[in-house]
């Protein structure tokens, strides 16, 4: 939540963050986690909407299969917002933030309805099913996904290559240099910064295009936080240098 909210907030945005899943962490894992009550959620969803202006809805760790079924419910009420998904899985610790029962709703009822979701290599394999990247990410896609941008932060090499997936069109790929190491909630800069670009009325391509020198920013001004993975700095005084 407050990757999403720094880096929305940086890159010109005013966030409406729903609560949906309570974490036990610290920059070395996630040791528990507890989802906030569904109808919590909705009640969240239904006053912030009935007040505000939305733009674009980005989705992280959802908590449970209810909070999913209740998130979706709102979106069918709002088919016009640009949905971006971030399944998140896994921790880069190695902690676990979904079980089947939740990845399954995700699928059946987020995953058709999102602009793009944006996997990392890992979430990839095991959404999709093959170590192949392009076959999971055409396996995503023949089961209803619209876009799947499958990001390469967990790989190895000089660069990071995010490639993006859609259906009936051309992959289209970017490059950013590789820093080394493991940073603390890049995935949800990463997609944060794609809604905010999408809010702000860019097109799909140019969102994540604006998100990916953001989060290269934020990872070359990287902050030693505690003792495990550095976290990116999403500080508004050098994105608005940048």
């Known amino acids: 939540m407050q990757a999403d909210i720094q880096a929305t907030t940086a890159l010109g945005c005013h966030p409406l963050p ?15 986690a507890e989802a906030v009550d569904a109808d919590l959620v909705r009640q969240q969803l239904e006053y912030l909407a009935a007040d ?33 998904v971030d399944p998140v899985i896994k921790a880069a610790g190695g902690g676990d933030l979904a079980d089947d029962e939740l990845l399954s709703a995700m699928q059946q009822r987020l995953f058709a309805r999102a602009e793009v979701i944006t996997p990392n290599g890992i979430e990839l394999t095991q959404l999709g099913g093959f170590e192949d990247q392009r076959d999971s990410a055409r396996h995503l896609l023949d089961g209803g996904c619209q876009g799947v941008l499958a990001t390469g932060g967990h790989g190895i090499g000089e660069f990071i290559t995010n490639t993006l997936y859609r259906q009936d069109q051309a992959e289209k790929s970017w490059q950013i240099e590789r820093v080394g190491g493991e940073y603390h909630g890049t995935g949800c800069t990463l997609a944060a910064a794609i ?30 936080v505690g003792h495990g993975q550095p976290v990116p700095d999403r500080g508004v005084t050098w994105a608005a240098q940048g």
Do not use: M, W
Not at 73 to 84: R, V
């Open 18 to 32: 729903v609560l949906s899943c309570l974490t036990v962490q610290d920059t070395r894992n996630v040791y528990n």
């Open 52 to 84: 505000c202006r939305i733009d674009a809805v980005k989705t992280g760790a959802l908590g449970n299969a209810a909070v999913v079924n209740a998130v979706a419910d709102f979106l069918d009420q709002h088919t016009l917002l640009p949905l971006i």
């Open 195 to 224: 809604a905010a670009g999408r809010a702000a009325g860019l097109s799909l391509e140019d969102a994540i295009e604006q998100a990916q020198r953001f989060v290269s920013g934020a990872i070359n001004h990287a902050l030693a």
